[in-house]
């Protein structure tokens, strides 16, 4: 039976359900499947910090939204076209994010009583007609997959969690998407459970049936390819690329890498991709505490590694003192803070970008680090390797803050050519670097390159260049202790000014102002940059005039900020914080910024950012 | 000489002879006069030269404290690190670099108060780390309160109504944190010294040696029992592998085993030459070597034993972590960047 086909520009749908019913795999797989057709996308998986929730809670309700394109999209949708709710609990969490019309596929076997008191309805909002907003799909899910799967030797139980691929088969159907990438997934995943494997197969089937021949559904949808620039695509997540970037950046300055790390939400998976990749030659140490993991990390950098700690906020302020250390002893260190909500342990799993004053000020004494941001997922493969470029040239800590939202999401990637990335240069001593007055040849460790202001990188092993560094002050230039006061107002500003030159390396701020009129810019950082693009030409879309620029080096700022901000009427800056790049802003270039700011544990909507950037310019 | 050091063997050996003297830095040495801590050094510094290393392969890495100013004194490469993270520290350039052969140098608060996570998992990693902690039982550098070794009661300024604390006995601790050598020595027996400092040499992985450091200022006497010739035979049980475990004057005591299972310290007169028992320092089973650090008496020092109590073979972390790495890439092939980006999963647009 064939139904009518309906082509669609854009499609945002949100799978939501208990967190033991396979809502990520669900969403990752759907997501592969569109990947591979050539739709844009961008994703935004939103999960709870409990490993098992109680079953049937709002508290345990896990989600996947996926926003797919015929065209280019930097968000994963404010609102979803398509809400799949497996149970009630997932209804309530989600239902108040859905417009008016939209598809609602409920599975209508965890509607029992006892399910639906759990989390507060007195009546059945499938039955009470609190669902007439919506064009409801009622599916009983379970029993429809259970009953798919009656001839397989499985418990009712292990039938029954066989649901979510028959969701899948479902939305498959109902989207127009391929099998065979599934079908090749779970090939891999259950190889060895032939059972599972074949069990797992036929729900898809049964889904993907149901669909076609259910009178509920009476539309096929198609989302066109998108027209992307020519070339080679993979999907990636923010926490793989950044990892691949670090192996990149390793090869490219031709030293090995060396990841210390404590496993910590949500900066884990980073840990997890590099220790995958053992044969090209990565070190990975799962250290004892953060300190540990920042403190071996010091040590290979002593040792002429790429060396990298990667954390979250609550890691950060462990590791203070030790970054600390590393300013002193100016070896390269990347620091990877994988910002989650804070303050203390916050909240693990939910995005934020409240770690931008920490990694700006968060240590003792005047110990500037320099600062940089990836602005989406694919982003974090370059950011890694800026980041790597700026600790190893100029032989200093530097922070990378990703955040919880680029780390899980994903987004199309034109893979680059690996020949087309740019070296760097670890450029170790190898010789001593001072005469003294009597022709005597000597190694002077805090000696600078008069343009970088780096200090030599001597590790052990080098012949004639023995020598001692540590946290006590040093003498410019031989490196001796030195506790004379002028020496250590020298080496403050040096190292400042060491971290300031840095700006003579780095593009020039960027603005799109497709108009040239614009008076309002909107400046961002970091992973806002998906919602600020997409709220931006929404707005220009209606007529109104307005800039966008984003910075992706926080510490230096671009030589050209202070131009570019005074060369508009009104600056908003929209952070998930309470204003910190705000309050760096007026206090470096004295200039009125106004701050957009939310901290809900999610990514802004591009809507409340339409909504503020029009009444800002209502306002001028 | 160098076939001793096996557990070296990566390390690139001198090309020139070098003595005591090469080993000292241009860098004034600022103890307190009569500290310990000088013995300490000039028996290193005498000690080094018989592993037969180029200098610039040896790495000092110490924490923070009196001892940790240790590093400066040395002319190799060092590193003065911050408080209690030198094992963290070491462990990550061990594991990058098995060219060198890296030291830690600590004190009794420096390695058991702040750092002492890192202390019990270095040991249980087994690291090649050699561990020198010089053991005062009391702080040094912040002027005299007491330490995690002090004895409880210790009067100082910040107990000055005595600690009530519990002290650590460093070497038990380290034996059940795992370790794979642990020793004891004495800042004043120079002979003693060295010779531990060689078994720790050659052992393969970490080696903790604690080190009994007078500190004249803040704790003075503090081991004067195991020093002064009146007292020092008598309290002093030298461990040997191999031997029987007897000390005292005329070696009239010894260590037996009670009808129990335990030890215990007896006139070897009264139970016979062959009721005592022997060292074994690469006994598997750490209980005698265990049971041997609960003799002493940490207050008056009475049967304190010094020397090794443990020694037993065991791969350390980093062989492994490079062992791992070489047998994966037999098995999958030198990783690809170009393959490693591109992922299993793609798709053209043209």
């Given at each position: 039976m064939s139904k009518q086909v309906v082509s669609l520009n854009r499609v945002v749908i949100r799978f939501a359900g208990?967190?033991?019913?396979g809502m990520q795999m669900t969403g990752d797989r759907f997501t592969s499947e569109t990947a591979g057709l050539g739709n844009d996308l961008s994703t935004l998986p939103d999960f709870p910090?409990?490993?098992?929730?109680?079953?049937?809670t709002i508290g345990g309700v896990s989600a996947f939204q996926l926003a797919f394109a015929d065209h280019d999209i930097?968000?994963?949708?404010?609102?979803?076209n398509v809400l799949v709710a497996m149970n009630p609990a997932a209804l309530k969490a989600n239902i108040r994010d859905l417009p008016r019309g939209a598809d609602l596929i409920v599975n209508?076997?965890?509607?029992t009583k006892r399910n639906l008191e759990k989390v507060g309805y007195t009546s059945n909002p499938i039955e009470d007609?609190?669902?007439?907003p919506f064009n409801v799909h009622a599916v009983a899910l379970t029993s429809q997959t259970v009953e798919a799967l009656?001839?397989?030797?499985?418990s009712k139980k292990e039938a029954e969690r066989a649901k979510n691929m028959y969701a899948l088969g479902l939305l498959s159907w109902l989207y127009s998407r391929g099998a065979e990438g599934t079908r090749s997934f779970l090939q891999k995943k259950f190889a060895h459970k032939p059972e599972i494997l074949a069990a797992n197969l036929a729900a898809f089937e049964a889904g993907w049936s149901f669909g076609e021949t259910?009178?509920?559904?009476?539309v096929q949808y198609e989302v066109a390819s998108a027209a992307l620039p020519s070339g080679l695509y993979r999907n990636i997540t923010g926490n793989p690329a950044l990892a691949m970037g670090l192996i990149a950046a390793a090869q490219l300055a031709d030293v090995p890498l060396f990841l210390g790390s404590y496993p910590i939400t949500p900066a884990s998976d980073i840990l997890h991709e590099l220790a995958k990749?053992?044969?090209?030659?990565v070190m990975t140490f799962q250290a004892e505490d953060e300190i540990a993991g920042v403190g071996s990390a010091i040590g290979a950098a002593y040792g002429g590694a790429l060396a990298v700690t990667t954390t979250s906020g609550p890691g950060v302020a462990l590791k203070s003192e030790a970054i600390g250390l590393a300013v002193s002893l100016e070896l390269p260190l990347i620091i990877v803070d994988v910002q989650r909500g804070g303050?203390?342990?916050?909240?693990?799993?939910k995005t934020e970008q409240s770690d931008l004053l920490q990694a700006m000020?968060?240590?003792?004494?005047e110990s500037p680090v320099p600062v940089i941001a990836p602005q989406s997922p694919s982003d974090c493969f370059y950011a890694a390797i800026e980041a790597a470029r700026i600790a190893i040239e100029y032989r200093t800590p530097v922070f990378l803050l990703s955040d919880g939202y680029i780390a899980n999401g994903s987004e199309p990637w034109l893979v680059p050519?690996?020949?087309?990335l740019p070296a760097i240069d670890a450029d170790f001593a190898t010789a001593p670097n001072h005469t003294n007055a009597d022709g005597t040849e000597e190694f002077w460790p805090?000696?600078?390159?008069?343009?970088?202001l780096a200090r030599p990188w001597a590790i052990p092993g080098?012949?004639?260049l023995e020598h001692r560094i540590g946290g006590l002050e040093k003498a410019?230039?031989?490196?001796?202790i030195s506790y004379d006061p002028d020496n250590h107002d020298t080496m403050v500003r040096l190292r400042q000014a060491k971290v300031d030159a840095i700006a003579d390396t780095i593009p020039d701020l960027v603005v799109d102002d497709?108009?040239?009129?614009?008076?309002v810019l909107v400046l961002g950082w970091g992973s806002t940059y998906g919602p600020i693009g997409a709220a931006c030409e929404i707005t220009r879309r209606t007529g109104v005039k307005v800039a966008q620029a984003h910075l992706?080096?926080?510490?230096?700022?671009?030589?050209?900020l202070g131009d570019v901000l005074g060369s508009y009427r009104k600056v908003l800056v929209p952070e998930m914080n309470i204003g910190q790049l705000t309050m760096l802003l007026r206090a470096k270039y004295l200039v009125d910024v106004t701050g957009i700011n939310q901290v809900r544990g999610m990514p802004f909507k591009s809507t409340e950012l339409v909504a503020a950037i029009t009444a800002a310019i209502e306002t001028l | 000489m160098t076939d001793t050091y096996a557990s070296l063997s990566l390390v690139p050996k001198t090309d020139v002879t070098i003595t005591?003297?090469?080993?000292?830095?241009d860098q004034e040495v600022r103890w307190c006069?009569?500290?310990g801590d000088y013995s300490i050094l000039s028996n290193v510094q005498a000690f080094?030269?018989?592993?037969?290393?180029?200098?610039?392969n040896i790495v000092f890495i110490s924490g923070i404290g009196?001892?940790?100013?240790f590093p400066y004194y040395m002319n190799t490469f060092g590193m003065h690190s911050i408080h209690g993270r030198a094992p963290a520290i070491a462990t990550g350039l061990a594991v990058s670099r098995p060219d060198l052969s890296i030291w830690v140098i600590t004190g009794d608060g420096d390695s058991l108060s702040i750092g002492g996570n890192h202390l019990i998992h270095a040991l249980r990693r087994n690291v090649n780390l050699k561990i020198l902690m010089f053991n005062n039982r009391i702080y040094g550098l912040t002027k005299g309160q007491y330490s995690p070794?002090?004895?409880?009661?210790k009067v100082t300024k910040s107990t000055p109504?005595?600690?009530i604390d519990y002290s650590f006995n460093p070497v038990s601790l380290a034996l059940g944190a795992e370790a794979t050598f642990v020793a004891r020595t004495i800042d004043s027996d120079r002979k003693h010294m060295t010779e531990v400092l060689r078994q720790a040499a050659a052992h393969e992985g970490t080696a903790l040696v604690e080190i009994y450091q007078?500190?004249?200022?803040?704790?003075?006497?503090?081991f004067d029992p195991l020093k002064d010739n009146e007292t020092r035979d008598d309290v002093t049980m030298r461990l040997v592998h191999g031997e029987p475990i007897r000390f005292g004057v005329d070696n009239s005591k010894g260590v037996t085993r009670t009808e129990d299972g335990h030890i215990k310290v007896v006139n070897v007169a009264d139970v016979g030459e062959d009721a005592i028992i022997s060292h074994d320092a690469?006994?598997?089973?750490p209980g005698l070597a265990f049971a041997l650090s609960r003799?002493?008496?940490?207050?008056?020092?009475?049967?304190t034993p010094i020397g090794v109590f443990r020694d037993i073979n065991r791969p350390s972390y980093d062989r492994l972590v490079r062992e791992q790495i070489s047998d994966v890439i037999e098995r999958k092939g030198a990783g690809d960047l170009q393959s490693l980006l591109n992922g299993s999963d793609t798709w053209n647009v043209s």
């Open positions: 208990d967190s033991g019913d910090a409990e490993i098992r929730a109680p079953a049937g930097t968000t994963p949708g404010d609102a979803p209508t076997d965890e509607f007609g609190s669902l007439e009656k001839s397989f030797a499985l259910t009178e509920s559904f009476s990749n053992h044969h090209f030659g303050p203390s342990t916050g909240l693990p799993t000020f968060g240590r003792n004494g050519d690996v020949a087309s805090y000696l600078r390159d008069p343009e970088t080098t012949k004639g410019d230039g031989p490196g001796g497709p108009s040239g009129e614009a008076e992706r080096h926080l510490n230096p700022f671009p030589k050209n | 005591a003297k090469d080993f000292k830095s006069p009569g500290c080094l030269p018989e592993l037969g290393l180029a200098r610039e009196c001892s940790s100013r070794t002090s004895e409880q009661g109504e005595g600690s007078n500190c004249n200022i803040f704790n003075d006497g503090a690469h006994a598997k089973d003799l002493s008496n940490p207050r008056t020092l009475e049967n």
